[in-house]
Structures are given as C-alpha cells and as structure tokens.
C-alpha cells in the first residue's frame, strides 16, 4: 500500500527509480514488482514540486497509481490517453518528460496547469473545463477505426466530472457505435463509490478476462437459438452484477462496466487494465482512489487541499514584516451580501454548479440549507433550474464562474432572457484569472452578455460597488449580471446596508481635461493613477447595459480623446458599446479600447498578465500618451 507522508518536503527528494523513467518508454522498462516503489517516490516527488510552486494537489496525489498503471498498460503515446478535469494531471506531466520542468508549474513561460496539445504529444486533448475526456477519447476511437489503426483510447473521469451531463451523452453515443474505448471512472470520494472489498475485486478480475469474455460470446450464441433462454441468462447475469456492483446503469447504456477495484492496489490496476486492453467494445472501469492519498492532512481535508500554495522559504530569526492590508475577497462580498438579502427576501435562492467553496456559498448553505442548491458540474442545469424557479416567484442567485456560464450560453439566452425571468448573476473570476491559464480566465462575459437583449450587466470598481450592484441585480425586473474578478480588492468601505444603484448611471470620479479615461470595473485605480500624470478626467461607468449614453455624450463634448478600459475582450466588449453608441448618436471623437487583446492570455501572476495586456498604471498611461501624441494640436 501507498506510504502515508505527513509534510511537504522542502528539499529534493532522492528519488532513484523515477530517475529512471523520465518516459512511458523507460517506466515500461522497469519490472512490475518495482512500480510500488515508483508510485511512493511519485507521490513524493508530487509533494515536494506542488510546495515549490503552488498548484493544485489533492486530486493528482489520489491518482499517482493509476497514472503509474495507465502508462505502464497502455502503448502512450500511439495510445491515447485523455485526462479529465486537468488538475489530476500533474502525476501524467512527471512522468511524460517535464519532471524538472515542474519548478516552473503555472508560473509564466513555464509548465501549463492542464494538459495542452502544445506542451507535449502526450496531452492528447486540452482541458480546462470538466467532462470533455469520454467525447474527445470517443472521437479518437471512431478516428482510429477509419484510419485502420488499432491503438486505444482511454478516458479518465473523476473528482466529479461525471455529474455533468456532457459525460452522459458521450456515453450514450459511444455504447449507440459500439466504439473501442476505455473510460476509468476515478471516484475519489468526491463522486459515487460503493465499500470496496476483497470480492468486488476478484470480481473485476473474472469479469475482465478475455477467458470469461470468450465464455459469456460462446453462451450467447448457443443460448440464442433457444427461445428465451438468452433474455433469462442476461437477466441473471445483470442481477448477480447488480448484487455486487454499481453499474448497471452503465450497462444499460451499453458499457461493460467492470468494478469497482482499489485505485490504489497497483497489482489489481495492472491486472484489470491488461484484460480490459483486449476487450472490444465500450468498456468502464470503475476505481477508486481517496483524493489526497497518502499525504495525511490532505487525505483529512480533501476540500482544503484541493490546492495548496507554495511553501514559503524558513528564514531563521527574521521578524516577518508586516502585511500591508488587504480588502476581502470580492467572492467573500458576495457570500455576505447572498445571507444579508436571504434575510430580508424570503424568496431568495442561491443556486451553483459545484462551487460552493469558491464562489463563498459555505455560509449560505450552512444558514439557509432549504434555499440552496448544488446541482453538481451542470451548469446548463444550474440555469434553466433558475428559469424554472423563476417562473414562479422565486428570486433566483446563479453564483457560476464567467469561464463555467460559457458552458450554459444558450440556457441563459433561450430558458432565461427571452422569457424575460428574473434570475441574477453573480459572475465571478472575470477577467484575469492568473496561474490557471486561458481555459479560466473570465474574457468574454461582457461581449457575450451586453449583446442579449433585455440583460443589465454591471461591472463593480470596488468591495463597496460589487455589494450595492448585487441588490441592484436582485431588484431588477428580469435578468442581471454582475461580474467580479479573482481575489482581493482595494479596501473600500463597505456599506452595511442593501441600497440598490440608480441603473445606467455612471460617475465621475475625477474631473480633469482633455483625455476622459472610462472605466468598467476594477481597473479604476490604475486609471486614477494614469489621470494624475495626465490631468485625465476618470469615469466608473458601472453598468455596461444598458450604458449611461448621456454621460458619454456629455464626455465626448467636454473632451478631446475617449479612452475606454475593460478586462474583457476589446473586441466587442464594453468600449465597443461607447463606439457604437457614438456611431448611432453622429458624433465624430477619437476612441482608444484597451482591453484583453485579440489571443488567450498564458499563464503567469495576474500582475504580468495585466501588464502583458497594457492594463497596469504604466501600460494605460503609454497607450494614452501614444494615442494623444496622433491627435491634432
């Protein structure tokens, strides 16, 4: 059995026999009785390269076996071997030949927190988002067999990617072609595991084998030719399976399901994979693993170590400075703001799609249990069950990440606005996201919300205006947006009561002359920055739509250069609205957008994304100064 650790190491671990497979090549040279002790210097190696740089955790700790397994089993990378929800893939990333490339995990021009087609001809398919690996694996298969190939596919799925429905249909349509594929369902304990014991086991291993494969064919086709006799001995069999296993829904569908077995009894892994590789046909396997398995505070609070930031270097008798001090998270606003109005609005809901954590649900859920619904990663779900409370007299709170709502565009357009319902949105990690990468970073809410008809989107400056946005959303007659970024803000002073915003209407927030500096959202400070050196006027817009068009009339007058600022895609974003309302409205001003340019941002600190973007004090102030320098004197 694994070895348990109880700290992250600070020093490199020795770690003899991964020296030695630094490849699925050379991992598949070692001998089987030596891959225990691989996966032991595996996790620990894991332990020590997550504490230098930060990173996700406990899922890759719970899969170091399987991964081991997988590549040993199966011809990788002529094989295809699809992860889901890319955080499990840390252990694949060692062992693929970016071990000493890990001290540079999420941190710019570095290893990418996901798999990537880019970074290795390993990372068969790019993952971000949940519940995509069986329809890409599923495509794979099918592509194989037109080439006349004979290589496999193989799915991972897990730390509960199998609640989206995406899974379920790529399932359905893999059993409907009869494709050659394997998925491993990795049920962590974040998902649907059954006690796993001695005779499940021995089970998976009879029922894997090509021997009881040949057999149960062999049965088939005698019993066939007797009238009910098949029907009766399938029944049976489904029975005998039902009695031991979980999967007869899989069965149902078409799958051979097989499971489930310890994900963590490496000769069971290696055995089952090696009958399940020349089985034709959909096959399921179903392991389970403890997410953060053998680091102990992990394998205790799985949630907690979901990730871990990196280990910050021990500095004998130094007193530590004192920390400069910080606002609150802009999600903690949010989950204060959702109990205050739950308070004062019995008909308040608060609806998310597996986030609870991170969207700061927990204390909602805790205070208000029969108003709060986790419908698990199904986010097309969260918002047409939001269309339906609404239909009657529910006041709806969908809490969803910008990048996730992606996921539900044509619920939020056909089940929620154009019925005209009122369901609020609170949009949380727009723009930047930072280490994580393009597949999360929130770039295109404003540009895809402000084009639906009847929508309020709001864009919040500060603590303060995300709280008075939220109530505004919350009162608004039919659907509303308020989207919010990753982390802390600037340490405004909160008001403790519920008033709502006067909707469509901006402000001034320094008054200066020539160059008019418009600001949607959180970049306000660094304009305020930009204006003092400039002597710009600087206006918090607040609300993308509708947009506050006397305002910008009356700014377009008394200035000689509009300038607009977004986190968001500059390409239809929120300066493409002022454009286009100077366009309908005939009037002729210059206009510079600076927003997130037209590529996907890479990974690094949120402060050089932002800087690579142009969206710093200094990268504002050069664009400005620029665009001036063009302008008539």
Not at 119 to 126: I, L, Q, R, V
Not at 137 to 165: E, F, N
Not at 251 to 269: A, M, Q, R, S, V
Request: glycine share 10%; hydrophobic share 40%; with cysteine.
């Amino acid at each position: 059995m694994p070895t348990t650790f109880h700290e992250i190491p600070r020093e490199r671990p020795l770690t003899p026999l991964l020296d030695r497979a630094n490849t699925p090549d050379e991992l598949r040279r070692l001998a089987e009785a030596e891959l225990e002790t691989l996966a032991d210097e595996l996790r620990q190696y894991l332990l020590y390269t997550v504490g230098q740089t930060g990173g996700h955790f406990g899922a890759g700790l719970g899969v170091i076996e399987l991964t081991v397994a997988l590549h040993y089993v199966f011809d990788t990378p002529d094989d295809r071997l699809v992860w889901d929800v890319g955080h499990q893939a840390y252990p694949h990333k060692i062992l693929t030949g970016r071990r000493e490339q890990m001290s540079s995990l999420r941190q710019k021009d570095g290893v990418a927190a996901f798999p990537r087609r880019s970074e290795s001809e390993y990372d068969t398919f790019g993952v971000g988002h949940s519940s995509t690996s069986i329809s890409a694996a599923l495509g794979m298969a099918i592509a194989a067999r037109m080439q006349g190939s004979k290589r496999k596919s193989v799915a991972v799925i897990g730390d509960g990617a199998l609640t989206a429905g995406m899974a379920f249909e790529a399932l359905n349509h893999a059993s409907d072609v009869k494709a050659n594929m394997l998925v491993v369902l990795n049920d962590n304990d974040m998902s649907i595991s059954k006690n796993v014991g001695g005779l499940s086991t021995y089970l998976a291993k009879i029922l894997s084998s090509r021997t009881y494969a040949n057999m149960r064919e062999g049965s088939k086709k005698v019993l066939s030719k007797l009238p009910g006799a098949w029907e009766i001995a399938r029944k049976t069999e489904e029975h005998a399976k039902g009695m031991l296993v979980s999967g007869t829904l899989f069965e149902e569908l078409g799958w051979n399901y097989i499971g489930p077995i310890d994900g963590h009894d490496l000769p069971t892994l290696l055995a089952t994979l090696r009958n399940m590789r020349e089985l034709d046909g959909p096959q399921f396997l179903h392991v389970v693993t403890k997410k953060g398995k053998g680091f102990a505070p992990a394998e205790a609070d799985p949630i907690g170590y979901h990730a871990i930031t990196k280990l910050e270097p021990i500095k004998p008798g130094a007193n530590s400075a004192p920390k400069k001090p910080s606002g609150p998270k802009y999600s903690s606003v949010f989950g204060q703001w959702l109990c205050d109005m739950a308070a004062e609005d019995p008909r308040l809901v608060g609806i998310t799609p597996a986030m609870k954590e991170g969207s700061d649900l927990v204390a909602f859920s805790e205070r208000y249990p029969e108003r709060y619904f986790d419908v698990a990663i199904a986010e097309q779900h969260a918002v047409t069950l939001a269309a339906g409370m609404a239909c009657d007299g529910v006041k709806p709170v969908v809490a969803i990440y910008s990048t996730f709502l992606q996921r539900a565009y044509d619920q939020l357009i056909h089940d929620v606005a154009v019925q005209h319902l009122d369901v609020l949105f609170a949009i949380d990690r727009a723009g930047l996201v930072g280490e994580d990468g393009p597949t999360h970073a929130g770039s295109f809410d404003i540009a895809y919300l402000r084009c639906i008809p009847g929508m309020l989107v709001m864009t919040p400056s500060d603590e303060n205006e995300l709280r008075r946005m939220l109530t505004t959303g919350h009162l608004f007659d039919g659907p509303a947006a308020v989207r919010y970024p990753r982390g802390s803000g600037p340490n405004a002073a909160i008001e403790s009561g519920l008033a709502p915003l006067e909707i469509g209407k901006g402000i001034i927030r320094r008054q200066g002359s020539k160059t008019a500096l418009l600001v949607f959202g959180v970049q306000l400070n660094e304009a305020l920055k930009v204006a003092e050196a400039l002597d710009a006027s600087v206006v918090d817009m607040r609300f993308v739509k509708p947009l506050d068009e006397a305002l910008v009339r009356q700014l377009a007058a008394s200035h000689e250069l509009l300038v607009t600022v977004e986190e968001n895609s500059v390409m239809g974003g929120a300066g493409s609205a002022v454009s286009e309302f100077l366009a309908h409205a005939g009037i002729l001003k210059p206009v510079l957008h600076l927003g997130l340019p037209d590529y996907y941002v890479e990974h690094a600190k949120p402060a050089q994304m932002l800087a690579e973007c142009g969206l710093d004090a200094a990268g504002i102030e050069a664009a400005v100064r620029e665009r001036l320098s063009t302008l008539p004197a």
